[in-house]
């Protein structure tokens, strides 16, 4: 089983699309998946179709050991995926995980009883290396960072990785980069090209083959509650995501 955290504490890079549609995609490959909001806007639980006001229980609760994750978890996307939903009461986990004793572990001691029933687990993180991203952190197996090919790409980088390292130390010696995933790109925009090359030099064999280009198709999505493989198969932006499912299962073969 393969449980990858998708994080970089700076915002906008892609981490809630990169969430959904790589889940998707990797269901759609015949994947038993699970998708996990660790984010207290709980955008990924809006882009697989469902709405925040109506939950009634929610990752907050499984966090704080009041619900066992197999009874909070939901089917959707027609049963293809399984989501575990997250709202504004990921605020709350939050504090009250800071308080409990290895509150560091909680995600990971929720996903034991569940998790060997599915292939792959992805966890989108908040934009912050808070203490819902440390759980991811604690919890996971693989890395996989969203970059945006901007000025400031690497900003803040250095500090994920500190974090890493410290996690994989202390909590977790398993945690590994499994991939720096280049979003947003524009290969008309010349900076973009600059950061890629910088991107490819400082992490040799760390950055993944497939690009995930700007486009509006896989920008609109999210809006309708579908990733972009229901939303628009065509679209640049799905058949990217398609071929990064490829590039991770090919990779956790590798691995295996």
Known sequence: ????????QKGGVGKTTTSINLAACLAEAGQRVLLVDMDAQGNATMGVGL???DLT?????????????????RPVLDGRLSLLPANGDMTAAEVG???RRNGELALREALADSAPAFDYVIIDCPPALSMLTVNALSACNGLLIPMQCEYYALEGLS?????????RAVINSDLAIAGL?????????????EVSDQLLTHFSGQVYDTIIPRNVRLAEAPSHGLPAIDYDASASGARAYRALALEVLGRSDRAA
Do not use: W
Not at 1 to 8: D, Q, S, W
């Open 181 to 193: 995933l280049r979003t947003m790109y524009d290969p008309r925009n010349r900076l973009s090209g």
């Open 57 to 73: 229980v929610t990752a907050c609760d499984v966090l704080l050991g009041e619900q066992r994750l197999a009874d909070v978890m």
């Open 97 to 99: 995980l800071r308080k």
């Open 51 to 53: 709405t925040r006001a």
């Open 159 to 167: 500090a994920l990785l500190d974090t890493v390292d410290k996690v």
């Open 1 to 8: 089983m393969r449980i990858l955290a998708v994080a970089n």
